[in-house]
């Protein structure tokens, strides 16, 4: 299953948007699925999970809210008070597994469902 994120655009600095993700609803009642980014020229990076728990990067804590609904089989990320340095292509992640270690959620490569991301570009 190759996963797609959608929701991705151009905004202003202090703008928000809604990323969605259509993932396997099993990752979704005992799994885990995440959201990363890979900003130009930088290394992809974890932004959020929601696994065991609900784990945010500390670049986004507060302004980003990972959320799901099951009847969906959607993930969303909501992203409020977007800053220049959020621009990046953002990849949503599933897992059937339930992750509760850092080491493991926060790791894209942990992930079974990947896929294409979506570009967003925040202007100042």
């Known amino acids: 299953v190759q996963l797609q994120a959608s929701g991705g655009g151009l905004v202003q600095t202090g703008d928000s948007l809604r990323l969605s993700c259509v993932v396997p609803?099993?990752?979704?009642?005992?799994?885990?699925v995440g959201w990363f980014r890979q900003a130009p020229g930088k290394d992809r990076e974890f932004v959020a999970a929601?696994?065991?728990?609900?784990y945010y990067a500390d670049s986004v804590k507060d302004r980003f809210t990972i959320s799901s609904d099951t009847a969906k089989k959607t993930v969303y990320l909501q992203m409020n008070s977007l800053k220049p340095d959020d621009t990046a292509v953002y990849y949503c992640?599933?897992?059937?597994?339930?992750?509760?270690?850092?080491?493991?959620?926060?790791?894209?490569?942990?992930?079974?469902?990947r896929g294409q991301g979506t570009l967003v570009t925040v202007s100042s």
């Open positions: 609803v099993n990752t979704l009642t005992r799994g885990t």
């Open positions: 992640a599933a897992d059937d597994r339930s992750f509760s270690s850092r080491y493991h959620y926060s790791q894209a490569d942990r992930y079974y469902y």
């Open positions: 929601d696994g065991r728990g609900t």
